[in-house]
């Protein structure tokens, strides 16, 4: 699946140079072994990287801005023309709009929906209500995805302590990203994480690759191994967005195509992040 790069392939990071003419020594210096980047993986340029973390940074304000508004009684359409409104003010587009048909600006996921909730002038909020609200910008051509958590009026404990260990396996995830780990060092972390509290992780959804396109590769699962998958390289652009069930990690999709929830009605929680692979690290594009 990964093959060694030798010295005249294109250099891992991007540049567009030979590999020998680019990263080998410093590889070598290292004791690193460089793989070829996957198929369809971008290593993103700089100025991509300026672009993508704009746009990220859209995507982060219009969140804040719902934490400020969002309270009970409010329905989900609002939700979604506000996140429209503030987008197109901004000179950016929503990225779900149309995205693959489906209807809307942003999703709206409530309680047992585990993402795709379609936003409608029908639902209104009520107090106990657990809500994910995912926001995709595109702004100059380039994607930043981050959904957060908003918990409406007073909420269960147990839903509480959901969406909290939730947004821990996120973090947790995220601090899984470094150049030299794999992809299954991130699922590793959030899986043994969320299992320790009994809940389970969802199979059907996982994060990606973002920035340039919407969804691009590679899939970054939010279960596996220590040590699997590809190994991350500076540059590289993706999500991470545990999807976190208190019963099973079956879902089911209504008839309307889009809105997925889990197979027992059980509560489902999520939070998304946009990141980079840094030099020594990561950088958290949409915080
Ligand atoms: N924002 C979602 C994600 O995190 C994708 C939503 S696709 C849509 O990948 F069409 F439902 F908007
Ligand atoms: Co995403
Ligand atoms: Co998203």
């Given amino acids: ?19 020998k003419h ?18 369809g993986v971008i290593i993103k340029t700089e100025a991509q990287i300026a672009g993508i973390r704009k746009s990220s940074q859209l995507t982060r304000k219009i969140l804040d801005m719902l934490e400020t508004r969002i309270e009970p009684g409010l329905t989900t359409e609002q939700i979604n023309t506000w996140v429209h409104e503030m987008t197109v003010a901004n000179g950016a ?16 996921s409530i309680n047992e929906v585990i993402c795709h909730g379609i936003p409608s002038p029908e639902r209104v909020l009520i107090e106990g209500d657990i809500l994910n609200v995912d ?56 899986q ?18 973002t920035g340039i396109q919407f969804h691009e590769p590679p899939n970054i699962p939010h279960y596996g191994a220590p040590g699997t998958g590809i190994e991350l390289v500076p540059n590289m652009v993706f999500t991470i967005e545990p999807m976190i069930n208190i019963g099973t990690y079956n879902v089911k999709i209504l008839d309307d195509g889009w809105t997925s929830l889990t197979a027992d009605n059980s509560l489902s929680a999520q939070w998304e992040h946009t990141v980079r692979v840094t030099n020594n690290g990561v950088e958290i594009l949409t915080e």
């Fill in 192 to 209: 043994s994480y969320a299992e320790g509290y009994g809940y389970s992780v969802v199979r059907a959804f996982v994060g990606h690759g």
């Fill in 93 to 108: 587009i929503p990225a779900p709009l149309n995205y693959r048909g489906f209807p809307k600006s942003t999703c709206t």
């Fill in 22 to 39: 680019c990263h080998l020594k410093t590889d070598r210096a290292s004791q690193r072994v460089a793989r070829r980047v996957p198929r």
């Fill in 135 to 190: 926001v995709t910008c595109i702004l100059d051509g380039y994607y930043g995805d981050s959904s957060r958590m908003y918990l409406i009026g007073e909420v269960s404990e147990e839903a509480r302590q959901l969406v909290a260990v939730t947004r821990e396996c996120m973090y947790l995830g995220i601090q899984q990203v470094k150049a030299g780990n794999h992809v299954g060092d991130i699922g590793y972390a959030i």
């Fill in 1 to 19: 699946m990964e093959h060694r790069l030798s010295r005249n392939d294109p250099c891992w990071c991007g540049s567009g140079k030979k590999y």
